[in-house]
């Protein structure tokens, strides 16, 4: 999660954005048969992000 932390506190994203990551963040770990995201997962879900 300190990868979402850390773009929060830079101003990168906003709590919404951050919810939403979580959310593909659990979905990704769902998906991987984890059950907790780990940090690639969050990562991933940060790439995931639309950059309008």
Do not use: Q, Y
């Not at 979402?4 to 979905?27: F, K, Q």
Request: aromatic share 4%; proline share 4%.
């Amino acid at each position: 999660m300190e990868p979402l932390r850390n773009a929060m506190e830079r101003g990168l994203i906003s709590v919404r954005a951050l919810d939403r990551c979580l959310r593909v963040a659990w979905t990704l770990a769902d998906l991987g048969g984890r059950d907790l995201p780990a940090a690639e997962d969050v990562k991933l879900a940060l790439t995931f992000r639309d950059k309008r």
